[in-house]
């Protein structure tokens, strides 16, 4: 998996994801800067994550989440994402992966400039971060999204 150049700082289609030592970057945002105003956002479309949800009134809440088809395979293979001990607390189930904002500055050769955003998705056990890759090959390989 390698991220190939989109053709400008506007564009929204999928690319794919980059390995990790324990996982997957996935791009999931470009922030378009815009001088002194507000940045705007162009959500990708990739398939794993949902889009971050709009549901602040000004600008995007930044929110991570897996799209319902890998949940269910995330829950089929690994256990439910967590589990309430004899005392009520509740444990985060190990296995499953974390997920994690990484930031980084781009410049475009039309002098633009973006802010790309991108899930890492880690995984604790190499054999649960292989599977899932089998299982998510077409999405991380850059598919678009629904």
Known sequence: MTNLAPPDATAIAAVPATALPSGFRLLVL?????GDGPAGYAVIGQSLLRAPPRTIRHGVAFALAFRPEAVDWLSGHLGRPAARGADGSTARNP??????WHRAERFWTDGSRTTEWSADILFENPVDSAAFAERFATALAGAAGP
Do not use: K, T
Not at 30 to 34: F, G, H, T, V, Y
Not at 95 to 100: F, I, Q, T, V, Y
């Open 30 to 34: 470009r922030e378009l800067a815009s």
């Open 95 to 100: 296995r499953w992966p974390r997920l994690a």
